[in-house]
């Protein structure tokens, strides 16, 4: 069974203090590591695909990598705008290829 | 960009009523799911589809159905509604962008309260 778990669970970061979330997964052939923003009431948004080890994707202040076992997305000088809850998914190449989420990290970035 | 379009944001239903929730993608995607998030729990997936008329139960198909009649529209149904099924409703359907990355796209969500 696929398992995504996420940490920490809340996060409270000063505005320009960098940081990280982690993502830690245990899947059968992954197809693809996913991290989604989700604002409160909101469908998630998506950011990144990963797809293999040593692979890293920025976008603005925020930057996904991936190793064997896990996900790492990194903050830099995070403002208030970033606050959100951060997802992260894998998808498996087993059975029909379902996208199994961790629970997420809230972050919230104080002025 | 991809769009996928719940048909309802907000539902109040009473108990024992049927729902259907309704989800249409508009990219050609043959993937699509159905999620609920709760509080604590995070996204579950329910049900996915990954073509017309398949279905696959996920981890809590309890309690719903779904319907794929046609490739862009999936539809979510509570048969009999329960107060445990007050929920927030999510569907998804992934595909390749123009960069080839695999990318799973959400609605915006749709919240049902049971009453």
């Known amino acids: 069974e696929d398992q995504v778990t996420q940490s920490p669970e809340a996060l409270r970061l000063q505005e320009g203090e960098s940081s990280s979330l982690n993502c830690s997964y245990t899947?059968?052939?992954?197809?693809?590591l996913f991290w989604y923003r989700q604002d409160p009431g909101k469908g998630p948004e998506f950011l990144f695909t990963l797809y293999s080890a040593g692979e890293e994707k920025e976008k603005e202040r925020l930057k996904a990598t991936l190793t064997k076992k896990e996900s790492f997305l990194h903050i830099t000088a995070p403002k208030p705008e970033d606050s959100a809850t951060y997802l992260c998914?894998?998808?498996?190449?087993?059975?029909?290829?379902?996208?199994?989420f961790g629970i997420g990290t809230k972050l919230q970035v104080i002025p | 960009d991809v769009k996928v379009t719940q048909s309802s944001r907000y539902l109040v239903k009473r108990t024992g009523e049927k729902v259907f929730l309704e989800c249409v993608q508009d990219m050609d995607h043959e993937n699509m799911f159905w999620y609920r998030q709760d509080p604590g729990l995070g996204l579950r997936l329910i049900y996915f589809s990954y073509d017309v008329k398949m279905k696959e139960k996920g981890d809590i198909p309890e309690g719903y159905s779904v319907s794929r009649e046609k490739k862009e529209r999936f539809s979510l149904i509570l048969e009999s509604a329960s107060t445990n099924q007050t929920s927030m409703y999510l569907c998804?359907?992934?595909?390749?962008?123009?960069?080839?990355?695999?990318?799973?796209?959400f609605g915006a969500g749709s919240r049902l309260t049971v009453l």
């Open positions: 899947v059968s052939g992954l197809r693809g």
């Open positions: 998804a359907s992934i595909g390749r962008d123009p960069s080839g990355a695999n990318v799973l796209t």
């Open positions: 998914a894998v998808r498996s190449s087993g059975g029909y290829q379902k996208v199994t």
